[in-house]
């Protein structure tokens, strides 16, 4: 059991409430393994680095989710799978983001450390 990796980020939740910033931490991750052509289009990735990269994308996933793709053998499908499924976020996140962007004023903290705390989320 000692040789289980851990998690390098939080893994994706079954509802895709932290999908945007799953997915850069995963390219980011990719790149680093120099695996991120496994999860783009028409890539000549080798079954090794297939299986890599697929491994890698399970173990960052929820359960739930690994038990939906369980049959999915490319991490190109699990990617393309997962990105229809959550990709939608973005519509809905952005907007709210930029409407509590319009409505954020430095007045209606107590302190300053409330606000940058809520800054730093919107932003997020």
Known sequence: MANIENRKFIALDISGKNYLSWVLDVKLHLSAKKLRHTIEEENAATNEERATAL???????????????????????????????????????????????????????????????????IVS
């Open 55 to 121: 491994i890698f994308l399970r173990h960052h996933i929820d359960d739930g989710l690994k038990y939906e793709y369980l049959t999915v053998e490319n991490p190109l499908e699990l990617w393309q799978n997962l990105n229809d499924r959550f990709e939608h976020l973005k519509a809905v996140v952005l907007p709210k983001a930029m409407n509590d962007w319009a409505q954020l004023r430095f007045q209606d903290f107590k302190t300053v450390s409330e606000y940058n705390s809520t800054l730093f989320k």
